[in-house]
């Protein structure tokens, strides 16, 4: 089955598998950002959702710009991020809050399924769903400060992780791959996929952003689920990561970055968040007005990566 995981292993090509471009901060310079990707040779930018309205500018920018860039591919992923029910989250949306874990799960397979239909009828495939998952980070901090309940910390993870699940099978109901966010909630997400793939043995996943233990990447390999890195790699404090990415990908990394990928290692900005080191942050300041990251910085890290692994940029 040709997927857009399959895809990339087979083509090696540059891709940025994680960014954000509906962020306000790209208002009115999407073709910029674009011209800059296509410049620095990027083929593909995954296009990743955080909730409806993100999802729907997103739509656009595909149907809008997908035909001004014949060989940048440019793959839409529509899903509803945990922030919806993180109460201090400005994204946080009581219509998701206010259900049973239930009613949550049957809600936001109607809303991903009224945002494929909208895509269909702009032209555009929704390639993944994205990005979705559970977020334990901002919860327990706010636990420990006082600032939130025990009892309101639960109910939101029990919410987010119903959605979470409903949005995995959803996609997997059709064949698409998911884009996984699990800060400080590694294990429970290995551990929900690990149980979901039972039902849908050719599930395909990426942990998006994936800082976990060196055990949890075995995991998440042994279990054929991809792991996305970004700028957080080139940081001075990555020292485990780097070990962990070279410990897997090393004895691939002769074959490129179609060797990267079949390591189970995908490539990300996350933009506009996490500049990677090495990149020139007062030109990115000069075209976005702030110090932003973008998908051209693609090539950043994959240059970084290379080094690390002993192999020439091609
Ligand atoms: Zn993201």
């Known amino acids: 089955m040709p997927t857009i995981l399959n895809n990339l292993i087979q083509n090696g090509v540059l891709a940025d598998t994680h960014a954000h471009l509906h962020d306000p901060v790209y208002s ?4 910029l950002v674009l011209e800059r990707a296509a410049y620095c040779e990027v083929s593909e930018i995954w296009l990743m959702s955080v909730d409806i309205d993100s999802a729907l500018k997103n739509m656009r920018l595909v149907s809008n710009y997908q035909p001004r860039f014949p060989f940048l591919k440019l793959r839409l992923a ?23 874990s239930e009613e949550l799960g049957l809600f936001v397979k109607m809303k991903l399924t009224s945002l494929l239909e909208k895509a269909e009828s702009l032209g555009v495939k929704v390639e993944l769903v994205g990005e979705i998952g559970i977020d334990n980070y901002w919860l327990s ?18 919410l987010q992780k119903a959605m979470f699940i409903a949005q995995v099978e959803w996609a997997w109901e059709r064949n698409l791959p998911v884009s996984i966010h699990s800060r400080s909630s590694e294990q429970e997400v290995l551990d929900i996929l690990k149980d979901l793939l039972k ?10 952003s994936f800082t976990g233990k060196p055990s949890q990447f075995n995991e998440a390999q042994q279990m054929g689920v991809f792991v996305g890195i970004n700028a957080i790699l ?57 110090q932003v990251n973008e998908p051209a910085m693609v090539y950043v890290l994959r240059d970084f990566v290379f080094n690390l692994l002993g192999k020439e940029p091609s």
């Open 28 to 31: 009115g310079k999407e073709r």
């Open 199 to 208: 039902n849908y043995p050719e599930g395909e996943a990426i942990l998006h």
């Open 78 to 100: 529509i899903g509803i991020d945990p922030d919806v029910l993180i109460p201090s989250s400005s994204n946080f949306t009581f219509d998701f809050y206010n259900k049973t």
């Open 141 to 158: 901090k706010q636990v420990t400060d006082g600032e939130l309940s025990a009892a309101d910390a639960g109910q939101s993870l029990k």
């Open 234 to 290: 080139t940081y001075d404090t990555a020292e485990l990561l780097r070990a962990t990415v070279e410990r897997l990908a090393k004895k691939n990394i002769s074959k490129g970055l179609a060797g990267l990928y079949s390591s189970g290692i995908l490539l990300e900005t996350d933009a506009p968040y996490l500049i990677p080191k090495g990149a020139d942050r007062k030109a990115l300041e000069l075209v976005y007005g702030e």
